[in-house]
């Protein structure tokens, strides 16, 4: 459940709301909207038994969360979260892009992957330092070397660093390199994981789950937040179906539902969503005008040597293609007003 507290309610007011609740053995999240707070009852409202919440001083309303995912929920937060990733704003109604090769390969390689990603007009690097894969003779990625490229190219061209985290025990140095921190799929459900990476004080890009529902992805959202961190953007990335032609499936109409359940912004992986780099600018342009928050690709000099994934790879021209397009289409729906997200 959520309180509402009247614009006029006083410290003391909110204080006392806070009092109450904990004083059952529930916990208080506070949450600030332009107009008024917000005070959110987690745990076994049952508890609070016949204490009348409504009749302290600065209430205005009490409504009660359906959802499992109660932080996560619009019900709980209305208005959209703006995630701030070291001075790049995600969720803004301007889309971000995150781009790189699927993995740190080479400190020349990621250098010049770097100057690409930022004359194409993408705010991010994104490169895989550890790289969990299906079979374990697979390259598995340069860890901390690989970290040190990503932040080495960092300096050299201002782009922020997105990369993956796997283990609780690789928390630490990926927070100490990257500006943002990557659960992939497989470790979506990885609740261990999850609460770690909650206290780690880094935003989180939280990708969807190989086979997870909308419901389990915002649930496992709640996990990282209910830690103390609130900085989650959601990323949909395909889910496994009946269908063969395409790596997975990519679920766009998760887009438009994530912004009718949940405040938290949200981004899309045509790469690992379609795995042909030929639907990578469709599937991109019909993320944006679907609302996303953003994108995630993937781009490397030369695909065909590419040491992972370079069938779903750019070119370095096909990237400043796609990039073109999707600064029109950005340019053509804030000028004709067109707003696609559902919210309430």
């Not at 410290?11 to 109450?20: C, D």
């Not at 697979?138 to 080495?152: D, N, P, R």
Request: charge should be neutral; charged fraction near 25%; aromatic fraction near 6%.
């Amino acid at each position: 459940m959520v309180i509402i507290m009247n614009p006029e309610a006083t410290r003391e007011n909110i204080s006392e709301v806070i009092k109450t609740i904990e004083n059952v053995g529930l916990e208080a999240k506070i949450m600030e909207g332009a107009q008024q707070k917000i005070v959110g009852v987690i745990g076994d409202k049952t508890k609070l038994g016949s204490v009348a919440i409504g009749a302290l001083a600065g209430v205005d309303n009490i409504v009660s969360i359906s959802k499992s995912y109660k932080l996560a929920s619009r019900e709980f937060h209305p208005q959209s979260t703006v995630v701030d990733v070291a001075g790049v704003k995600i969720g803004d109604g301007n889309p971000v892009v995150m781009a790189g090769p699927c993995a740190v390969e080479s400190r020349e390689l990621l250098l010049e992957a770097a100057e690409i990603v930022k004359e194409g007009g993408a705010q991010f690097l994104r490169g895989g330092a550890y790289k969990p894969r299906t079979s374990p003779y697979s390259f598995q990625g340069l860890e901390v070397e690989g970290l040190k490229y990503l932040a080495e190219a960092r300096e050299k061209t201002g782009l922020k660093v997105v990369t993956e985290v796997t283990t609780v025990e690789g928390i630490k140095p990926v927070a100490e390199y990257a500006d943002l921190i990557q659960i992939g799929a497989r470790n979506m459900q990885n609740f261990g994981l999850l609460k770690e990476i909650g206290k780690c004080g880094k935003p989180v890009l939280l990708k969807r789950g190989l086979s997870a529902t909308i419901e389990e992805w915002l649930n496992a959202a709640e996990y990282i937040m209910n830690e103390g961190n609130p900085d989650v953007i959601l990323c949909e990335r395909g889910i496994r179906t009946y269908e063969t032609y395409t790596r997975n499936t990519l679920d766009l109409s998760a887009v438009a539902a994530v912004k009718h359940l949940s405040h938290l912004p949200i981004i899309v992986d045509p790469s690992h969503g379609t795995g042909k780099w030929r639907m990578i600018k469709p599937m991109a342009f019909a993320a944006i005008a679907a609302g996303a928050d953003g994108l995630i690709t993937e781009v490397h000099q030369n695909p065909a040597k590419a040491l992972s994934d370079g069938s779903q790879s750019l070119t370095k021209e096909r990237y400043f293609d796609m990039m073109n397009g999707i600064k029109k289409l950005s340019r053509f729906m804030r000028e004709e007003n067109l707003n696609p997200i559902i919210e309430g």
